[in-house]
């Protein structure tokens, strides 16, 4: 069954929140689904960088929150990063791995910390390319083509960025800099730049690369 009404999920046993990288728009909308779903379900979140607890603290029930990280593209990604909140019970955390498994997804555990495992490794990565970009180091054609046929990555880390969405690129990085409060998180200004212009990758047709033709160009 599919919805796109709230009171359709009453009666989930689970339900995986994804909506935008915003913590005030997750907790407000975890605050909702509180009330509306029944004491039993399991509220999970799809945030890659957004503090589990404080999430849970939107509810009367933290102890059944849960972080539940899907890798995207989610169909042919096999990993779930599951993140437990200070006051997540065991029982929670058990069932939801569990339901990970019947999904074909394989788990990987992480703290509740700023952007958890991946996020927290890939995304400084990738800040690092718009920085090598923006001093003049690399074009974005030379950086993506170093990165796949140097360190053999399927995908170069601005066109990577342009997948994933550079508002949520930025958005992570934010939660990084603000979280960890050291200054090898600072969003790169050119990366700033690009989200001001509306210019945020796949999704709008701009971003490091222009998507409007054929074939992708790169914008710089």
Known sequence: MTTTTLDALADADYIVE???????AKRALFARLDALAGPATRL??????????????ATTRPDKVLGMHFMNPVPVMELVELVRGIATDDATFETVRELAGKLGKTTAVAEDFPAFIV??????????????LYEGVGSVDAIDTAMKLGAHHPMGPLQLADFIGLDTCLAIMQVLHDGLADSKYRPCPLLVKYVE??????????GFYDYRGETPIPTR
């Open 119 to 132: 996020n927290r490794i890939l995304l400084p990565m990738i800040n690092e390319a718009i920085y090598t």
């Open 18 to 24: 994804a909506i935008v990288e915003q913590a005030e």
């Open 44 to 57: 999970t979140s799809n945030t890659s960088s957004i503090s589990i607890t404080s999430l849970g603290a």
């Open 197 to 206: 212009a509306g210019w945020l990758g796949r999704k709008t047709g701009r």
